[in-house]
């Protein structure tokens, strides 16, 4: 069960991949939710998100969990 | 340093008698030459003779003219020949014509101005000595200027000088006696506020000023704007101030310190105390008025209730002690530090003011960059603007609004969208209701009827009364109505947009998934009514759109403000007077805390802290290394509080408790602090929650600089010492100094230095040049000496400008069986915000408490009655208000305010929030209300905790605690 904090982190990625997804293929709708988390979240935020993502990040939308990953690698 | 008002360097100041013949100069009118008095004289095409004259220095006697209204001509004091006219036209009324010969005294002339005077006199009290206006009195100025020496009628025939006061509004006196019935305060009300509350009754000798039928003026249609109390040429309308204690002697020119219009006045004052505040003419944002709280509501200043003295305590369940400057900073310092030692450099952070000057907003940042070490600071805007920054950014380039308040006055339809202007915006609502009645098309989309809409003589063409959460459906509807109906501006497009972008954007809006007819289900507005709407925006040679928190507090706020630049930019309404995208600004300086640094990802003027050519440049100035990651926003702080990672607060002028959304939830992350450092004039509801306290300094007790919703950049000016002895500035020095990273500015005009040095758009900016020019709007830099009022004239910041793909996304905040109303916030006129100012006045006598508004539908579906307490319950929490019926707004949506702490309005709003921003969905709250009896457990709690907290703060004045 995740914490309350990172709950909200789940819920802001599937938001941010939500809407951000549109008139795009999905290799540039995971492009630019990465480059949203990485212009706008703090590092803690992105650490833990990769830590829920490691951890099996059930509740990550299909191209949240990509761009997280992503995010992983980078 | 205090500077001195000296009318002498403020010929602006001077009542020139009648208006300017166009408001904002934009075109040059011809010229006309005339002679007046034997000089050659040259004005624009349209002038007065009367402001002709006074523009070279001849001051023709007036009573009911004055240059803010239009001329009347009905005093004749202004009489003066004209060489080939008739008898001696009034010089108010009469414009120049080339070659006009003019005399302006003469015996003749002389003798009919004492004949009036004379006139005048005979029904008015000769009590001058005791008198009120006293030494600013225009009948009298004008007896002594036509030497009026004797009064022939006598004073015993039939009079006004018994007529009746009425003492209603706590702010000033209506004495009929004193009237002369020139009417300024009548036109005042009309031409000036737009509110028609005033009017002249009955005729001949028995015409007299009224506030319409029993009504006196609290109880009128009134709004205590005084701008009829600023015309009234005589003591009839005066401020009770002036009455208590005399006239002012200097003046000193500053900022209003309430909302986002940024008003310049006048602070008249005696010695150090404010006797009253006068919206000063040659302030561009107001140009010479006002509303009841820049004028009025400024008594918090001096209130019982300031906190003076710095004061710490160890835990919240302990007294306050008070303490000296250098032992409050000492602690607060040492407790940060600790904290980052045991927890980490990342687990402190700030709140920058949205209310506080840039200079202090910009010195807090850089507190969190360089003395904390990371990017944690950000600032109110998150709550409120956050939309407009990444949306305007994203799609024109630049954070902000793209016009000056007076382009309004070439806006041929305007539309207004989740905006309540005549109550946040007071000003420039005026100033909007002026053009609508001169006949601008009116288009407002909003779930509510607002007042701008029923406004005497303005005729509103479309309400879509959307449903709260679909502003996108609607505003692509919109576009796409455009498009499908080929009221594009094409050359606009071709020429400044890219192109590439413009092509993916055009098939995605074209899908008739977007047709008014297929969201008119979504958005509850009839596919019809929303065409024509469209048709009238787009067909008009100049639209403008102005948007407020109904546009940004949403799930969606970032796309509706990106789906409202790309309707401007399809129909070309970008780049010149009349036009634009204007966000209109909560706060008095929101738009400088967001162009000043506050938030986590950026450094001042909107410099990402990620790319490293504008990191070093800041790491160079302030010789420090600067952390390259973005730190975080406020609900991502008090998250981190709840979990345990992030522990200590330096909060500045921002009332987090109370405004922010799910207050059980921020009060809890509060709780959860082990260092929380509030500055602030009052002991706010945050405060409650803090060890150290500051006391902060008013927009009166300090030097700086407020920008406005129009990137106007305003001096505010100390008119009298900080109450603690310190300006916030100063304040944040200290600490910084305690935290090993000491700041040397001696004056905010330094501070501004470093600012100019550091942001490419306000290189040109200095103290210096604000005084040359009184206000600059931003950019100001080399291609824009002077500052930039208009933005995106030639070319975008960003080259081309860029459409943005908005889908519409429903919040997940729905209404269902449990929650079957959904609750919308929003402000009232008379209070600000949270209310600790205007609380702290008499503007309580307007709304003492928050009530819930609610159609009569869904009232008499419930039992509920006018008056009857009602429990509001969302997924967040529940609270309790009074009912106020309403058919505001529409059946299913329910409105309140958030001015009263008690009322809890937070405690029932949710954690969503923007996509992009997480600003908070204030707009947007499915909730239950039903009749109640009591509080809800959530007030009681916090009337004891308050309760609780206020002793504490007692005890801090008690010697006892002083002596430990």
């Not at chain 1, 995740?2 to 008139?23: D, E, G, H, R, T």
């Amino acid at each position: 069960m995740p914490s309350a904090k990172v709950n909200n982190l789940i819920k802001m990625v599937n938001q941010i991949a939500a809407n951000i997804c549109f008139q795009s293929t999905e290799q540039e709708a995971v492009l630019k939710i990465v480059n949203h988390l990485q212009l706008f979240w703090a590092k803690s935020m992105k650490q833990d998100i990769i830590e829920y993502y490691q951890q099996g990040g059930e509740e990550l939308s299909e191209l949240s969990a990509q761009a997280v990953a992503r995010l992983a690698g980078q | 340093m205090i500077s001195y008002y000296d009318p002498k360097q403020h010929p602006e100041d001077k009542d020139l008698g009648t208006p300017a013949v166009r408001l904002n100069h934009q075109q040059s009118l011809p010229q006309v030459t005339l002679e007046i008095d034997g000089c050659e004289v040259t004005v624009e095409e349209g002038t007065s003779v009367m402001r002709a004259a006074a523009l070279n220095n001849i001051n023709i006697p007036k009573l009911c003219a004055s240059d803010n209204l239009e001329a009347f001509g009905s005093c004749r004091l202004c009489a003066v020949e004209i060489q080939g006219m008739k008898g001696m036209p009034a010089s108010c009324t009469t414009p120049v014509r080339e070659g006009m010969q003019v005399t302006t005294q003469n015996k003749k002339i002389a003798k009919l101005r004492r004949n009036i005077m004379e006139l005048y006199i005979s029904d008015h009290p000769l009590d001058c000595l005791t008198c009120p206006s006293n030494g600013d009195c225009e009948l009298q100025d004008m007896a002594g200027a036509v030497g009026l020496r004797d009064v022939r009628y006598g004073f015993s025939g039939e009079n006004h000088l018994d007529a009746k006061g009425d003492d209603s509004n706590p702010y000033f006196h209506f004495d009929p006696s004193k009237c002369i019935v020139c009417s300024r305060c009548v036109r005042a009300c009309e031409e000036v506020q737009g509110t028609f509350a005033l009017t002249l009754d009955g005729r001949g000798f028995d015409s007299k000023v009224s506030t319409g039928a029993d009504n006196n003026f609290l109880s009128s249609d009134c709004v205590s704007c005084g701008a009829c109390v600023q015309a009234c040429p005589t003591s009839t309308l005066m401020e009770k101030s002036v009455i208590e204690q005399g006239q002012p002697e200097h003046s000193v020119i500053t900022t209003c310190a309430y909302c986002g219009v940024g008003c310049s006045f006048k602070a008249e004052m005696k010695g150090t105390e404010v006797i009253r505040m006068v919206p000063y003419k040659g302030g561009e944002a107001n140009r010479g008025h006002s509303c009841v709280k820049g004028r009025f509501a400024f008594g918090y200043a001096n209130h019982k209730d300031r906190i003076t003295s710095p004061m710490i305590r160890d835990s919240i369940d302990q007294p306050w002690r008070e303490v000296s400057w250098q032992e409050a900073i000492t602690f607060a310092a040492d407790k940060l530090k600790n904290i980052q030692q045991k927890y980490g450099q990342d687990s402190i952070g700030g709140i920058t003011s949205s209310r506080c000057t840039n200079e202090e907003t910009y010195l807090v940042q850089k507190l969190i960059r360089a003395a904390f070490g990371n990017n944690n600071t950000d600032t109110c805007a998150r709550v409120c603007h956050s939309p407009t920054g990444f949306g305007l950014k994203a799609t024109l380039g630049e954070s902000a609004g793209t016009q000056t308040f007076d382009s309004v006055m070439d806006a041929d339809v305007v539309m207004v969208i989740g905006a309540n202007p005549t109550d946040a915006h007071p000003v420039f609502g005026s100033l909007l209701k002026k053009r609508l009645r001169q006949g601008a098309g009116l288009i407002i989309a909003d779930p509510r009827r607002i007042d701008l809409g029923i406004s005497p003589h303005v005729k509103l063409d479309h309400h879509l009364a959307l449903r709260p959460g679909t502003n996108v459906a609607f505003i692509n509807a919109m576009a796409y109505v455009v498009v499908e109906e080929g009221l594009e501006d094409q050359s606009f497009i071709d020429e400044r947009c890219q192109q590439e972008n413009y092509q993916k954007w055009r098939e995605f809006i074209s899908d008739s998934r977007h047709s008014p007819e297929n969201t008119a289900d979504i958005t509850g507005i009839a596919a019809e009514e929303l065409r024509m709407a469209a048709r009238l925006y787009a067909k008009a040679n100049n639209a403008a759109i102005y948007y407020g928190l109904g546009v940004t507090e949403h799930s969606q706020g970032s796309s509706m403000v990106m789906g409202i630049a790309n309707l401007a930019l399809l129909t070309g309404n970008i780049g010149r007077d009349g036009v634009g995208v204007n966000p209109l600004r909560g706060q008095n300086n929101v738009q400088g805390s967001c162009d000043m640094g506050s938030f986590p990802h950026e450094l001042p003027g909107y410099q990402h802290v990620s790319k490293d050519e504008l990191r070093t440049k800041f790491e160079q100035n302030w010789g420090v290394e600067i952390d390259p990651e973005p730190g975080l926003r406020i609900p991502n702080m008090f998250d981190a509080a709840i979990d345990g990672s992030f522990k200590g607060l330096y909060c500045q002028g921002e009332d987090i408790a109370q405004s922010d959304p799910n207050t059980q939830h921020v009060q809890l992350a509060l709780s959860s602090l082990e260092c929380l450092i509030v500055q602030d004039i009052f002991l706010n509801e945050t405060a409650k929650f803090a060890h150290v306290f500051l006391p902060g300094a008013s927009f009166l007790e300090k030097d700086g600089t407020f920008t406005n919703a129009e990137r106007r950049i305003n001096r505010v000016r100390q008119v009298m010492p900080p109450l603690s002895g310190k300006a916030d500035w100063q304040v944040t020095m200290a600490l910084s100094e305690a935290l090993g990273y000491p700041m040397s500015y001696q004056h905010p005009s330094e501070i501004m230095d470093e600012i100019a040095q550091l942001t490419p758009t306000f290189t040109g900016v200095s103290y210096d040049k604000l005084e040359q020019l009184g206000s600059i709007q931003w950019p100001c830099n080399e291609q824009a000496p002077d500052g930039t009022p208009i933005m995106h004239r030639e070319s975008f910041p960003i080259g081309k400008a860029t459409f943005a793909v908005t889908e519409y996304v429903a919040t997940e905040e729905k209404a269902n069986r449990k929650f079957p109303l959904l609750l919308t916030t929003g402000r009232i006129l008379s209070q600000y915000n949270v209310g600790a100012q205007t609380r702290r006045t008499d503007n309580q006598m307007w709304h003492d408490s928050d009530v819930l508004e609610i159609h009569p539908d869904d009232a008499q579906e419930r039992g509920i009655n006018e008056g009857d307490w009602l429990g509001i319950k969302s997924r967040a929490g529940d609270t309790v208000l009074k009912a106020q019926i309403s058919d505001r707004m529409q059946p299913g949506v329910v409105y309140t305010t958030f001015h009263h702490p008690e009322s809890g309005a937070n405690v029932v709003t949710t954690d969503n929030s923007d996509w992009a921003t997480n600003c908070p969905e204030y707009k947007v709250t499915a909730v239950q209300v039903e009749k109640v009896t009591s509080p809800s457990k959530w007030q009681e709690r916090n009337k004891q905790f308050s309760k609780r907290q206020h002793a504490h703060l007692v005890a801090a004045k008690t010697p006892a605690a002083k002596a430990n």
